[in-house]
């Protein structure tokens, strides 16, 4: 192992001591290479890149300018750029998303908020298939590997309208498309650091004929940078396209993925309790895709999509001591050593998805008209005493929305109906308007209505842990958002967003950490609060980007487990990019999340990551780079229970070849 | 849940059955969609044109083009990008292609074959120097060889030199330029390098040499000034060309042409470090004017 990191550090060093190599290369080959250009790489010498691109909004392209939601697009290359092993790492870096760490190590899971909602308020979506767990409603992205991924979308606040159950925001990955050309093009790359922690991946997309097809296997491991920790996970990926007709495009994607966790020991002691414990967690996922895009007339345009997912999670704990609750009418001991903990469960999930959307462009006007519809079924068994639960739910919802587009205003009015077998059933209506104010300044107004389905979990329980209680209401949102873009100077954008999320119907626990737990709904939950985001030109090769978000928590006390809290992030990222061959990065992330003195948290602090790449070898049609990382800089302690430390300051080296 | 899907796939089935057959385009935009000038040109080729149109990334048309002209009945494909224009070319001389989105024209041999480009010619330039900035009499422009011969018509004025690296850009400005008033530098990608430009800018102000940009950007940065082609305007030149087209006029007979319509960007604060006068008439012309 100390001879891989003598050899990548060697390689390292020959890299950046090799400085002009590109340039020369650059030099000598530039009046082949003009020939060579793209029609991208063209435009470029009028318009710079951020103005170049037309973004996703919901459920169909649209300009930016013309998009009400508060929503921010993360690439590809942002991600390289990270060197980033998770989504989580990701989205740490995205203003106003609030990643909960569950571990804390190479490839632990975390759980995902976003303007202060709860976990399981996000909806988390991979090429439309959602990947929320039946049984509780929160989403884990460890399985998704970022390679696969071409941009992730994420918009803060409920988009319920378009998007069903989501009353916190939706998280949409969106993966890379498959290849056009006959030569196959690609990618590999290798990563390896402390702990035997390693990353290796490969890509390869092209076409044969009418079949673009794009694949992908990775592997990652890790002997765990803290407290007995391990991980591995073996993934596969792959998304074919047939071109069936002049206007009909049929398309299929499987991917799996098996994320194995060992948590190590943890240990709790405080007021409320006394725990020592050892976790282990697995995740496996496979998903199925199938999708026609066709065109009907040259307005019409008609996508089908369905979906098969399976989602197994087993989590294993094992009671290292007794675990003791201390009560205000004296001390339970709720378990003993060598038994298994209660939250020791396998989720085995299994979900059907299909929707079919119409989209009519005409004039002023882009309408959407669609049906979704889900059958899940989760079969959830305890350890602790062994029993199993076997709920189902069968969901259908219609929606449409219009995107009026009047000259520098944008009006977005639209509406969903959802339903499931359970009895519930929801409308979200919601209208946005945009306003190009000036060249360079865009206004955006929305208020919609939002919903959280009750997770099955909670509606059926799981015979001994949870009682059952079909009678849950969905939480409902009444949601205000308004906020400015505007490119300032020529040096700076900034982006403004207020929120104020009023919530009811707010599902708790009515009885704490004694069993059997039963979940209700409980009283208004009221979220508000502000973001700001600014971004500067490159100035000498330098840029900084900086993002602070703020959200205040005010929950009926009455009836809410939860407390009145302010929850706060802050991004700071300064980057170096010679867009030659060198490009440093060291970006630092802030969360203060206000967490109870008795977790034992510690998070007042940045925690600070550096990326440096350097090309080592191009030409036209290949390219090298190495990199290095270097996580928490500064050992900076952040954790929100102190039973899940955080790693300190680690590296990793790597290669990527591009062909 | 059956009875759902079953009415989906019905529903389905139905409007396949049901719906009108696929209304045939009378023309076909090859380009990417994501691309905002993308966007804008093919907004503007829909104000000009009276016929029906229907755009297609390239990756859904590539090997196939000629199956889909075939299937739509189209009488006549625009091209927007090189590789837009690459996959065109195969198609038979029969249809005629129209391009744009490129910043000179192709030497391509193709008949039947026109279209319109990004970069302004060096006249454009030069007439508004002589209207606007009497005090610069010469021009130097620096670019390859292909881009001067198509953009510069030779004249007292104006002095070419062709280069064909970005290292050569420098060399020759530092060798050439201090005789001139002014340095143009045409849009070329491979010769205009962020190192390079450096080089430019620096000398540029040392030397109290104007410089003559392609972009806002450059202006921004310390040009005095840049004309940048409207999308929009290049949209509507090109549907003017593929109407042409549609009334049974060859193509290859209208030269391909630069766009119409150049925005004007202006740094002031360059022209009063160079102690240039720039008259109030030229500023109102100008898209932006910097520092703002």
Redesign the interface.
């Known amino acids: 192992m100390k001879r891989s990191i003598i050899l990548l550090s060697l390689l390292l060093v020959s890299a950046f001591c090799r400085p002009g190599t590109l340039?020369a290369a650059?030099?000598?080959n530039?009046?082949a290479?003009?020939s060579i250009?793209?029609?991208?790489?063209?435009?470029?010498?009028?318009?710079?890149e951020k103005?170049?691109?037309?973004q996703t909004a919901t459920r169909n392209?649209k300009?930016l300018s013309q998009t009400a939601e508060n929503m921010v697009v993360v690439t590809s290359k942002d991600i390289e750029e990270m060197n980033a092993h998770s989504v989580d790492e990701v989205l740490n870096r995205v203003t106003g998303v609030y990643v909960d760490p569950q571990g804390q190590d190479f490839g632990s899971a975390s759980l995902l908020h976003i303007q202060g909602s709860a976990d399981r308020h996000v909806l988390v979506m991979l090429d439309g298939v959602v990947l929320n767990f039946l049984d509780g409603g929160q989403a884990i992205t460890r399985a998704i590997p970022v390679s696969i991924i071409e941009r992730i979308e994420i918009i803060k606040g409920p988009a319920s309208s378009a998007w069903g159950s989501s009353l916190g925001g939706v998280i949409n990955i969106i993966t890379k498309?498959t290849g056009?050309t006959g030569r196959p093009t690609g990618m590999a790359s290798v990563a390896y650091g402390k702990k035997d922690s390693q990353d290796y991946s490969g890509q390869l997309a092209g076409?044969a004929?009418?079949l673009?097809y794009y694949l992908y296997a990775g592997r990652q491991a890790s002997d765990g940078l803290k407290n007995s920790r391990f991980f591995e996970d073996n993934s596969v990926y792959a998304k074919l396209k047939f071109?069936a007709?002049?206007?009909t495009?049929i398309g299929f994607s499987i991917g799996s993925s098996r994320p194995d966790y060992n948590a190590g020991i943890a240990s709790l002691h405080n007021s409320l309790i006394d725990i020592d414990l050892s976790s282990k967690s697995l995740i496996s996922q496979l998903f199925m895709t199938l999708s026609l895009d066709t065109?009907?007339?040259?307005e019409l345009a008609?996508n089908?999509h369905l979906s098969d997912y399976r989602q197994k999670f087993s989590q294993v704990a094992l009671l290292l001591s007794d675990y003791i609750y201390h009560s205000p009418t004296g001390d339970l001991t709720l378990g003993h050593a060598g038994d298994y903990y209660k939250g020791s469960f396998i989720s085995d999930e299994k979900t059907r998805m299909?929707n079919?959307r119409f989209v009519w462009d005409h004039g002023i006007h882009t309408v959407i008209l669609g049906?979704d519809?889900s059958?899940g079924e989760l079969e959830k068994t305890n350890n602790v005493p062994p029993a199993t639960v076997n709920p189902s739910i069968?969901k259908?919802a219609v929606f449409v929305n219009d995107t009026v587009k009047l000259g520098r205003l944008t009006i977005i009015p639209g509406i969903r109906f959802d339903h499931d077998?359970s009895g519930l059933s929801f409308t979200s209506p919601s209208i946005g308007v945009t306003c190009k104010i000036s060249?360079r300044t865009i206004a955006r107004a929305s208020v919609a209505r939002g919903f959280n389905s009750p997770p099955l979990g909670s509606r059926y329980g799981d015979s001994f842990s949870t009682e059952t209680n079909p009678d849950l209401k969905m939480e409902s949102v009444w949601s205000y958002q308004a906020g400015l873009e505007s490119n300032i100077?020529?040096y700076v954008w900034m982006k403004a967003t207020a929120f104020y999320h009023n919530m009811k119907n707010e599902i708790i626990t009515t009885r704490g950490d004694i069993l059997p737990n039963r979940y209700a709904n409980g009283g208004r939950v009221k979220r508000h609060g502000v973001e700001l985001e600014a971004e500067t030109a490159p100035i000498y090769?330098i840029s900084v980007k900086a993002g602070a978000a703020y959200a205040h928590i005010n929950p009926d006390l009455a009836t809410s487990k939860s407390f009145e809290r302010d929850l706060s992030s802050y991004v700071l990222s300064i980057k170096y990019d010679?867009?030659?061959s060198f490009m440093a990065q060291l970006s630092g992330y802030r969360i203060l999340w206000g967490s109870l003195p008795d977790d034992g948290a510690k998070y007042d602090n940045f925690i600070w990551d550096l990326n440096v790449m350097k090309n080592i070898y191009k030409t036209e049609e290949t390219n090298a780079a190495v990199f290095l990382t270097v996580h928490n800089l500064f050992s900076g302690p952040y954790y929100n229970l102190s039973a899940t430390p955080n790693p300190g300051i680690w590296s990793e080296a790597g290669i990527r070849f591009r062909f | 849940m059956r009875k759902i899907w079953t009415l989906l796939l019905t529903a389905i089935l139905a409007l396949f059955i049901c719906a009108p057959p696929c209304k045939a385009a009378d023309v076909i935009i090859i380009g990417d969609a994501q691309l905002k000038p993308v966007v804008n040109v093919v907004s503007g080729i829909k104000e000009s044109l009276q016929a029906t149109v229907r755009v297609y990334p390239l990756a859904e048309i590539k090997g196939r083009l000629s199956a889909v002209i075939a299937a739509e009945g189209a009488q006549a494909v625009v091209a927007l990008g090189k590789e837009a224009i690459e996959e065109a070319l195969h198609l038979p001389p029969a249809v005629p292609l129209i391009y744009g989105l490129v910043i000179i024209p192709p030497k391509i041999s193709r008949a039947n074959t026109t279209g319109i480009y990004m970069a302004a010619p060096v006249g454009e330039y030069s007439s508004l120097t002589r209207k606007y900035i009497p005090s610069i009499k010469r021009l130097s422009v620096i670019s390859s060889s292909d881009l001067i011969r198509t953009l510069a018509v030779p004249s007292a004025s104006i002095a070419t030199y062709p280069v064909s690296s970005s290292y050569e850009v420098v060399t020759t400005m530092k060798k050439q330029v201090d005789s001139s008033d002014a340095l143009l530098l045409l849009p070329n990608a491979s010769l205009l390098t962020a190192a390079a430009m450096e080089d430019i800018y620096l000398y540029s102000f040392r030397k109290k040499i104007p410089l003559l940009g392609v972009s806002e950007r450059q202006v921004r940065d310390g040009a005095l000034f840049s004309l940048v082609f409207d999308p929009i305007s290049m949209g509507r030149q090109i549907g003017e060309r593929t109407m042409e087209a549609l009334k049974d006029r060859d193509a290859g007979q209208i030269p391909p042409a630069p766009s119409k319509k150049f925005d004007l960007f202006i740094n002031t604060d360059t022209a009063r470090n160079m102690g240039i006068d720039i008259p109030n008439e030229m500023l109102k012309q100008a898209k932006r004017v910097y520092p703002q």
């Not at chain 1, 250009?37 to 710079?48: C, N, Q």
């Not at chain 1, 103005?51 to 037309?54: A, G, K, N, P, R």
């Open positions: 340039q650059d030099n000598g530039a009046a290479s003009y250009t793209t029609t991208k790489e063209d435009m470029l010498l009028f318009w710079e103005d170049l691109y037309v392209e300009l498309q056009d076409a004929g009418r673009g071109r007709s002049a206007d495009t065109k009907i007339t040259p008609m089908v299909g079919v049906l519809t059958h069968d259908w077998n060249e100077t020529d090769n010679d867009k030659k």
